[in-house]
């Protein structure tokens, strides 16, 4: 019953220091790491995204994308009912959403980087990447 009454204290303490201490957990904003490897998600992965800040502003999201999923990146690229990509490529940006490129995908289809969307980031790898985001930065990663 002591070890139980202890516990209890020492817990209550750290709530009560992590309160007066400065921000808690649940203040910091969600980071999610959305991965796309197939441009045939790309239009749902945005949709999940727009769902995903309607629902909480303030998360910090980065789409990784390499192989077929870097292709809606592309300028000119269309979904399969003609409407471009970049539109709300663009939209989501504007509200703070990050689109990452792996140059190991642009290097082995021997695509041109200038060809990628203006503000879209190119990273080394993309399988890489998501990896760190998610061991070193703390990102929750989703697949749509």
Do not use: W
Request: with cysteine; proline share 6%; hydrophobic share 40%.
């Amino acid at each position: 019953m002591h070890k139980l009454h202890l516990a209890i204290s020492l817990t209550t303490l750290l709530g009560l220091f992590g309160m007066v201490g400065g921000t808690s957990a649940a203040e910091e904003p969600i980071k999610v790491v959305y991965h796309v490897n197939d441009t045939q998600v790309a239009s749902a992965a945005m949709g999940n995204i727009n769902n995903h800040l309607n629902a909480d502003p303030t998360a910090k999201i980065v789409v990784v994308t390499h192989g077929k999923g870097i292709d809606f990146l592309l300028e000119g690229a269309q979904d399969k009912n003609g409407n471009p990509y970049n539109i709300p490529v663009e939209q989501l940006m504007a509200r703070g959403v990050q689109f990452d490129v792996c140059n190991n995908t642009l290097n082995s289809r021997k695509i041109d980087p200038k060809t990628v969307l203006p503000g879209v980031k190119i990273v080394p790898s993309g399988v890489a990447e998501v990896a760190k985001l998610q061991a070193r930065e703390g990102y929750v990663y989703l697949k749509p």
